[in-house]
Structures are given as C-alpha cells and as structure tokens.
C-alpha cells in the first residue's frame, strides 16, 4: 500500500510506544524508513520493544513519564541533540472503567495527568521548539470514539480525550500557517493487553462490544499503523484539524433512529410489513 521510503528520513517520537498500538506504530514507521522514537514509564518493557523492533531500523526507548513537564522537556531536549523531531504521535494513555461516583481525586489525576496534562506536554515541547525554528511539523493525538459525545464509566478518559480533540482542532489553526498540521484519530476497540484488560475484563463484555459491531469484528494494529503512517506523511498535507474515526462503523451504530431494528424484526416480519398488492 506503501512506498518503503515513505516516512524517510522523518524522525519520530511515540509516547507509549512500548506497547500495543504504539509499540504496531512504530514497527510500521520503522519499515516506511523513519527513525523511531518510543518513550513510557517501564524501562524494562520500553528496552524489549525496541530490542524487537531493532531490525527493522533506528529505534530508541527513552524512559519518561508524561505527566511531568520536566521529564518530558529532559527528554525532548535529548532527542534534539541529534537533530528535531518532524512528527510527535501523543498515543500514551491510561483508562478503566468504574462507577464515576466511586472515583477518589487520585484516580481523576492519574488519567488526566497522563492523557490530557501528558499530551499538552508533549505538544508544547515540540511546539515551542519547531516553531521558533520554523521546523515543518506534525502532531497525531490518539483520541477514542467517545470523545464528543462522552461516555458513562470512563468519565476521565471521555473528559482528557474530549480536551485532546479540541487542542488538536485548535492549534491545526493557530499553528497551521506555520507548518505544523495536527490530526487525530479516534480508533474503535482493537485488542491490546492494556486496553483490553482494564476495559472488557471479562469474557461478556468483549462478547457485547463485538455485537455492537456493524462489522462484528475487532480492529487490527496493522489497519491502525496503516491509517496512522498516511496521516503523517507528507501525502496527506492539506488534512489538518481532522479526527479520523476507524471503529467499522461502530459509532454510527448508535446514531441511527431505526437501525435497531434490524435486531427487533425478523425476515418474516419485513415481509408482513410490505405493501400488499391491491
Ligand atoms: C477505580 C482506580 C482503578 C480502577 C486505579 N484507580 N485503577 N480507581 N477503579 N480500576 C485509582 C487508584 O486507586 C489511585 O487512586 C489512582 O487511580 C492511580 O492509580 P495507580 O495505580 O496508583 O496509578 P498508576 O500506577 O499511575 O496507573 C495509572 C492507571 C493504570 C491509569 C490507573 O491503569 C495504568 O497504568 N494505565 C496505563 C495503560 C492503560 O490504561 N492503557 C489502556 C488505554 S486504553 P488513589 O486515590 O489511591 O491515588 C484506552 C482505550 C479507550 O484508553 C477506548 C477503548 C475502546
Ligand atoms: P496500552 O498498550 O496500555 O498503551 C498505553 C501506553 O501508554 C503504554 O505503553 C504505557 O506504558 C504508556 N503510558 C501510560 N502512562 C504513561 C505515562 N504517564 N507516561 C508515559 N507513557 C505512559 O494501550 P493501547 O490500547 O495501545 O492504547 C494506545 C492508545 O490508543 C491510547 O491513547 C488509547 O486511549 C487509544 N485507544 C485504544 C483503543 C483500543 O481498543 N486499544 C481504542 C481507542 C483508543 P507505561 O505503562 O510503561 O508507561
């Protein structure tokens, strides 16, 4: 689908991209050409990626919480040290669902911090940097499908990633004229062990969320990393201010005042239901 060079030679920086759908991001960056950034809190899990990741190009895992804007600037400043980032891709996150009433101020930090407060860091840091050196740029927020509308029980994820949204609408216009794009893209579920495992931590609820599917599957990280390395290359460069869902339709699912009904009648009851002939 891809030219092998596409993203050569842009340098890149994933947050949380020693796992799941950043660790797939970066695989695929890596075999489009570009050299690969990858940060997260675990050493240890960000050294095996990119011990994995290795032979497909330059990677580098550089241990940074995100909630902390001296940790992020100590990173970026090192990354800088062998020259600027083109593209930062804010894919870091944290989320689980419970009864919002039950949720103590640790817990609304901890996801706020990491998802909002951890994307502003970032953005900034880069931002500051590309444009006082009028660096051609881009940023790509990873957001989720209930970011406008909000969801029940993943009230701070719904909340941070509603604010990811409008920073991404926001500065593609205010930084846009000087050649930094921002986009979004707000994936449907796709099985990760750190999705999955805080979200459909049973059998049932991965079950239900498949039924709900207008395409009664999941989506794949290679389907994610391809939508992702378009959004970033230089072949999508007029798409600025964007939020790109990809959940197969699932979104819409809920939209449509009838669609239920292709649940609530049976083949016999659309056959009753035509006109009869006069
Ligand atoms: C209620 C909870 C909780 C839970 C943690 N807390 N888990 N409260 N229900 N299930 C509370 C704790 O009691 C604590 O509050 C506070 O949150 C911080 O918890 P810690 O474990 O101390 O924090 P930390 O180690 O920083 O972990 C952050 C985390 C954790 C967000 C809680 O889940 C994490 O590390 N997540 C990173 C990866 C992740 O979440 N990936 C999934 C992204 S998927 P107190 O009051 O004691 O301080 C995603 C997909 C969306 O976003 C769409 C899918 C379709
Ligand atoms: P994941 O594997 O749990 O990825 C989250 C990553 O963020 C981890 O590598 C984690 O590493 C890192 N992280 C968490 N807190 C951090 C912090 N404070 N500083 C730096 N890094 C931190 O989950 P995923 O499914 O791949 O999710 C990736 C992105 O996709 C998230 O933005 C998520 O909201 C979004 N998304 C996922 C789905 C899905 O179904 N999978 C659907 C919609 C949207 P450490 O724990 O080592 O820090």
Redesign the pocket.
């Known amino acids: 689908m891809f030219r092998n060079d596409l993203l050569r030679p842009k340098r890149i920086l994933i ?8 660790k797939a991001m970066a695989r695929r960056f890596l075999e489009l050409g570009a050299t690969v950034y990858i ?4 050493e240890d ?2 050294q095996r990626t990119a011990a994995e990741l290795s032979p497909h190009g330059p990677i580098n895992a550089i241990p ?4 902390n804007l001296d940790a992020v600037e100590t990173m970026i400043d090192s990354i800088w040290k062998s020259g600027p980032l083109d593209i930062l891709v804010n ?5 689980f669902i419970a009864r919002t009433e039950e949720l103590s101020p640790g817990a609304w930090n901890s996801v706020i ?3 909002l407060m ?1 994307t502003l860091h970032c953005t900034m840091a880069c931002g500051k940097r590309w444009l006082a050196s009028n660096h051609k740029a881009t940023v790509l927020n ?4 209930y970011a406008p509308v909000g969801s029940a029980y993943v009230v701070p ?1 719904a909340v941070s ?1 509603a604010g990811v949204e409008a920073l991404t609408r926001s500065l593609a216009v205010e930084w846009g004229n000087r050649g930094i794009r921002m986009n979004a893209i ?11 495992s805080r ?1 459909m931590p049973r059998p049932e609820l991965e079950a239900f969320a498949l039924d709900r599917n207008p395409m009664h599957r ?2 794949t990280t290679e389907e994610l990393a391809n939508l992702t390395a378009f959004l970033i290359s230089d072949g999508s460069s007029y798409i600025n201010g964007e939020v790109i869902r990809m959940d197969g339709g699932e979104f819409l699912q809920g939209a449509g005042e009838f669609t239920a009904l292709g649940r609530a009648l049976t083949n016999a009851d659309w056959a009753s239901l035509k006109p009869r002939k006069k």
């Open positions: 947050t949380g991209g020693g796992t799941g759908l950043g940060c997260g809190r675990r899990v960000l940074c919480d995100v909630r894919n870091a996150a944290g989320n911090g990491i998802v951890g990873i957001s989720a499908t994820s990633k707000a994936p449907g579920p796709i099985p990760t062990q750190g999705a999955f979200l999941f989506g």
